[in-house]
């Protein structure tokens, strides 16, 4: 019972965070999104780098993209505390019905790997060369963010057995 309350209070934690960080993305639009615009113009990355012609500093499609962050960690938020309450509901139940109750927080912690791995690591910080940013740099928060979800999608994954304290 220990181990799925453990369980279950990591993916609200998680689901706590990303419910912040939509608060702040829709009541504080203008921070973050410098961030993104920046990145995307790869206007702080380092002079005359033979990488500047994949920057993208459209307005349009600078706010695109950004919107569909926010859209990618909303669907992310309500997935997260979707499977907090199947994991609460399922708490007392036999092992096999947590472990059936792992599927929604399994697709949204996946979900939030590939947002930290594909949106920032990847995309903006090899495609968009945000490494080379001292100002813009997203890197150490994303690996970090993606560090913190892994290892509690390791600790989900773990199947429960009957007994378990």
Request: proline share 4%; glycine share 6%.
């Amino acid at each position: 019972m220990i181990t799925r309350a453990a369980k279950m209070l990591l993916l609200a934690g998680i689901a706590l965070f990303y419910t912040l960080v939509v608060f702040n993305n829709t009541t504080d639009f203008d921070s973050n999104y410098q961030l993104v615009r920046h990145v995307l113009m790869m206007d702080t990355t380092f002079p005359g780098n033979n990488g500047m012609w994949r920057a993208m500093s459209a307005p349009g499609f600078q706010l695109v993209f950004y919107i569909s962050i926010i859209a990618w960690e909303f669907v992310t938020c309500i997935l997260l505390w979707f499977g907090v309450v199947k994991l609460g509901r399922a708490l007392r139940q036999p092992a096999a019905a947590f472990n059936a109750a792992k599927r929604i927080p399994i697709l949204a912690l996946t979900l939030s790997l590939l947002m930290w791995l594909v949106a920032f690591l990847a995309v903006g910080g090899e495609w968009f060369l945000m490494w080379q940013s001292h100002m813009w740099n997203g890197q150490e928060a994303a690996f970090r963010m993606f560090a913190v979800v892994g290892i509690a999608m390791l600790i989900l994954l773990q199947p429960e057995t009957e007994g378990q304290p």
